[in-house]
């Protein structure tokens, strides 16, 4: 494909926002350049094949809220098989190394209804507190929900989120994992689109007529340009700005910045699968919410891999410590549930594969949560209209009630480039 070298329109990444956006600005018939960093298309989409014999998603692996979910159509139409995995998996939830009897998981979706009460409640009535400050406590399984719904879904802890802002997110069933990974879906929707990878953008420059993006291979000149990087890239400063953003738009960056759930996979060394069916989801008690603990996916779609999950403060100390900490952490977690020797003798060692987005410069996190206080915030960023509206920022930090997920992402990116398409008449 020869790419243009003036685009009527530059994008600033290849995530799912970017790609979004480039199909976006195709169907209204403006020229695009999107313009990628790393080696690959897809950003926190990103399915890797090789290590363990089968598609792993480092990043997303689920379509959440299907029925509006607008990927969901888009790989149905690709041919791509999905699967529900609500309505395949089991959940086994383990007390110290015994499993829950009936009353206790009985008693422990009551506490996620009362937890899912208590904040919507609270959302409605009073200031945008932390969310630490909203969720009951107590109960036998209060602290569970709250890890549950803190380090492990929102990435961060209840005490940083934004009981506005987690209460606005509508991330809900039906949740679907495509059997080729969501890295591959978008890897596929990006295909025919006008692209240059590793191409890291050093500078924006706003202030004239156009906008100008600096790169190592020199300036590339567009009439307008949706930015479409992490608030984790933005907050660090890893793209200037000339002239510099205004405040409003550095405040709703801070506002708004990345937590870390980081993944560690394993394969069967044989033919023990620790008593757990395909897609079933391996969940603990915890005494406290912030207690560092693990859930567990395993086996999906039959294959040979389980995947563990840790988020929040838990998972920025383990990324610190490395990967070796990290799978050693995974370890001792299965451990309590299954001993140390059978989990030795089930998986193979020290073969697993740790995710570390954290560390990549060019995302610098999992995805983005609300401050205490800051539930504004992800309006403010995705309204911002620089340069008279021919500079607009979009990706899931910029979708108010599906932040955090490539369908909010795929959004945010597509609005973008209608709105710069408007701003360009
Ligand atoms: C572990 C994990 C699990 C997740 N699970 C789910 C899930 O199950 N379901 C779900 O919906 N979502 C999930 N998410 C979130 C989802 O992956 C993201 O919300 C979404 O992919 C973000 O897309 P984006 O386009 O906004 O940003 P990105 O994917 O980050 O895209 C931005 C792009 O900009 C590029 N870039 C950065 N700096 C520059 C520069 N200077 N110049 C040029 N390019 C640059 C980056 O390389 C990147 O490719 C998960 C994320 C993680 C990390």
Redesign the pocket.
């Known amino acids: 494909m020869v790419l243009p070298t003036a685009p009527e329109v530059a994008i ?7 790609i979004a956006a480039a199909r976006e600005c195709a169907a209204l018939g403006l020229s695009c350049l999107v ?4 080696g690959r ?5 990103f399915t890797e094949d090789a290590r363990l014999g089968a598609p792993f998603d ?7 809220l299907a029925d509006a979910n607008p990927l969901v159509p888009l790989a149905r139409a690709l041919g791509l098989r999905l699967v529900d995995s609500d309505a395949v998996r089991e959940r086994r939830v383990v007390v110290g190394p015994r499993r829950a009897t009936p009353e206790e998981v009985a008693a422990l979706e009551a506490a996620m209804a009362r937890f899912d009460a208590t904040v919507a409640a609270r959302a409605a009535a009073a200031a945008d507190l932390p969310l630490a400050e909203a969720v009951p406590r107590g109960g036998f399984w209060d602290a569970t929900v709250a890890h549950r719904q803190g380090p492990l879904i929102s990435a961060a802890e209840l005490g940083e989120l934004s009981l506005r802002d987690f209460a606005a997110n509508a991330l809900g069933p039906p949740n679907l994992m495509p059997e080729a990974g ?1 890295g591959a879906l978008v890897r596929r929707l990006a295909q025919g689109l006008p692209i240059r990878t590793g ?4 500078r924006i420059r706003w202030g004239g007529q156009g906008v100008v993006l600096d790169t190592p291979e020199g300036a590339l000149a567009a009439r307008a340009c949706v930015v ?3 608030t984790g ?1 933005l907050g660090a400063g ?2 200037a700005f000339d002239p510099p953003l205004p405040q409003a738009v550095r405040e709703a960056v801070a506002g708004l910045p990345l937590g870390l ?3 560690v996979a394993f394969r069967a060394a044989g033919e023990d699968r620790l008593d757990l069916p395909p897609f079933a989801a391996l969940w603990r008690r915890v005494d406290s919410p912030e207690e560092a603990a693990m859930s567990f996916h395993a086996w999906p779609f039959g294959r040979d891999h389980l995947v563990g999950f840790v988020g929040g403060r838990a998972a920025w100390e383990l990324a610190r410590a490395g990967p070796a900490a990290t799978e050693a952490f995974a370890r001792e977690e299965l451990a309590r549930c299954f001993g140390a020797a059978r989990v030795a003798r089930a998986l193979r060692a020290p073969a697993a594969v740790v ?1 570390d ?1 954290g560390a990549n410069p ?2 610098r996190g ?2 983005s949560y609300a401050r205490p206080g800051c539930a504004g915030a992800r309006a403010a960023l995705a309204g911002a209209a620089l340069a008279g509206g021919r500079l607009r920022f ?4 910029c979708h108010t009630w599906l932040a ?6 795929w959004e945010s ?1 597509r609005a973008a480039a209608r709105a710069v398409a408007a701003a360009l008449g």
């Open positions: 600033v990444g290849a995530g799912a926002a970017g313009v990628e960093a790393m298309v897809g950003g926190r989409a480092h990043g997303a692996s689920w379509l959440h969501v191409v890291p953008v050093a479409t990087v992490s890239v890893g793209i759930l980081t993944k995710t987005w060019f995302v999992a995805y979009a990706g899931e930090a955090g997920t490539v369908a909010g992402a990116g």
